[in-house]
């Protein structure tokens, strides 16, 4: 059984717990990406891209945290140049000029609980699972409190939606919040009669998103616009083939390590992700920034009011703009 991380508090000043590492130490040449978790199947279709950015003459290197708080304060503090995540409130409360520049994943999650519970107003007071605090589905939370007129009981951290199945088929655990993928594993799965999928209201706000200081953006501009011209090849391409992530999965790479019954099922997780609207062809843009600022202003990670608030303060979308011509 897979082992899963327990709650943890992060500071901005604490040094951050790396999980993985790959292509060497830290050389100022390189693009160095703040991964939020370690390399899963969620994260192939990345992975592909990073192969086409290097074979484009893109360097780079990645580190795995152990959750999204730490990856963007590493991007915070110049530690990693481009970083997972949706850290919109840090971009509202720091004065380094983040910004958004890719889509990666919508918020498609489900809240999937034992059948102690049916509805959302049954979570009323009781403990959640969670996958970062002030991530994806902290925000969902947020908004399912606001929306059922509830308040949920202590919310606990475990990042991998993977990691938050093992813990509701372990007993750990009594209701969390997956992705689409590992919902319908779980549910085709024989125990999956033991479990419920809670009635859910439609999201299309970003659940993942890269994200780097602006300065350092138009500093290295090459460098964002091969990486940003892969990344929408990629999310083109496997839209019209999802089988495109498997058969480009380096064999000898982070991914192509995983074990072999992940790798099996590359191409039911990336037909379940393109047919459940997971990846936006377009890389998010303007659409996505819109959809961020209503639903990150409604789950209290965004002060002022959605038509308050002015995109491009949160997004830099020239790289996207040039890419998409």
């Given at each position: 059984?897979?082992q899963?991380?327990?709650?943890?508090?992060?500071?901005?000043?604490?040094?951050?717990?790396?999980?993985?590492l790959?292509?060497?130490?830290?050389?100022?040449?390189?693009?160095?990406?703040a991964l939020?978790e370690?390399?899963?199947?969620e994260?192939?279709?990345?992975?592909?891209?990073?192969?086409?950015?290097?074979?484009?003459?893109?360097?780079?290197?990645?580190?795995?945290?152990?959750?999204?708080?730490?990856?963007i304060?590493?991007?915070l503090s110049?530690?990693?140049?481009?970083?997972?995540?949706?850290?919109?409130?840090?971009?509202?409360?720091?004065?380094?000029?983040i910004?958004?520049?890719?889509?990666?994943?919508?918020?498609?999650?489900?809240p999937?609980?034992?059948?102690?519970?049916?509805k959302?107003?049954?979570?009323?007071?009781?403990?959640?699972?969670?996958?970062?605090?002030?991530?994806?589905?902290?925000?969902?939370?947020?908004?399912?409190?606001?929306?059922?007129?509830?308040?949920?009981?202590?919310?606990?951290?475990?990042?991998?939606?993977?990691?938050?199945?093992?813990?509701l088929?372990?007993?750990?655990?009594?209701?969390?919040?997956?992705?689409?993928?590992?919902?319908?594993?779980?549910?085709?799965q024989?125990?999956?009669?033991?479990?419920?999928?809670?009635?859910?209201?439609?999201?299309?706000?970003?659940?993942?998103?890269?994200?780097?200081?602006?300065?350092?953006?138009?500093?290295?501009?090459?460098?964002?616009?091969?990486?940003?011209?892969?990344?929408l090849?990629v999310?083109?391409?496997?839209a019209?083939?999802?089988?495109?992530?498997?058969?480009?999965?380096?064999?000898?790479?982070?991914?192509?390590?995983?074990?072999?019954?992940?790798?099996?099922e590359?191409?039911?997780?990336?037909?379940?992700?393109?047919?459940?609207?997971?990846?936006?062809?377009?890389?998010?843009?303007?659409?996505?920034?819109?959809?961020?600022?209503?639903?990150?202003?409604?789950?209290g990670?965004?002060?002022?009011?959605?038509?308050s608030?002015?995109?491009?303060?949160?997004?830099?979308?020239?790289?996207?703009?040039a890419?998409?011509?």
């Open positions: 059984m897979k899963f991380l327990h709650k943890m508090t992060a500071m901005a000043t604490a040094i951050p717990l790396v999980l993985g790959t292509l060497g130490s830290a050389n100022a040449d390189k693009l160095r990406i939020a370690t390399p899963s199947d994260l192939a279709a990345f992975f592909v891209a990073l192969d086409r950015a290097r074979a484009n003459g893109l360097d780079y290197e990645w580190t795995a945290f152990s959750d999204e708080e730490l990856a304060q590493a991007v110049g530690q990693m140049d481009i970083g997972f995540g949706t850290p919109y409130a840090a971009m509202q409360r720091s004065k380094a000029p910004r958004i520049i890719y889509q990666l994943s919508k918020l498609k999650f489900f999937v609980t034992t059948k102690k519970y049916s959302l107003d049954d979570l009323d007071g009781q403990p959640i699972l969670l996958h970062s605090r002030g991530g994806g589905t902290d925000s969902i939370a947020n908004v399912i409190e606001d929306r059922a007129g509830i308040k949920l009981g202590e919310r606990s951290y475990v990042p991998g939606s993977a990691n938050r199945v093992v813990a088929i372990a007993g750990q655990a009594d209701a969390t919040i997956i992705d689409l993928s590992n919902k319908n594993k779980l549910m085709r024989p125990d999956g009669e033991k479990f419920n999928v809670l009635p859910m209201f439609e999201v299309d706000a970003s659940d993942e998103a890269l994200f780097g200081n602006l300065d350092w953006i138009q500093e290295n501009a090459e460098d964002v616009q091969i990486f940003v011209n892969a990344l090849s999310y083109r391409d496997m019209a083939d999802p089988t495109i992530i498997r058969r480009e999965t380096d064999p000898d790479g982070p991914i192509g390590q995983l074990p072999a019954e992940i790798l099996a590359l191409d039911g997780f990336y037909a379940d992700a393109v047919a459940g609207g997971l990846y936006d062809v377009n890389g998010g843009g303007r659409t996505a920034a819109k959809a961020d600022m209503e639903w990150y202003s409604a789950a990670q965004l002060d002022g009011d959605a038509m608030l002015n995109i491009e303060d949160f997004w830099y979308l020239a790289p996207l703009d890419a998409m011509q």
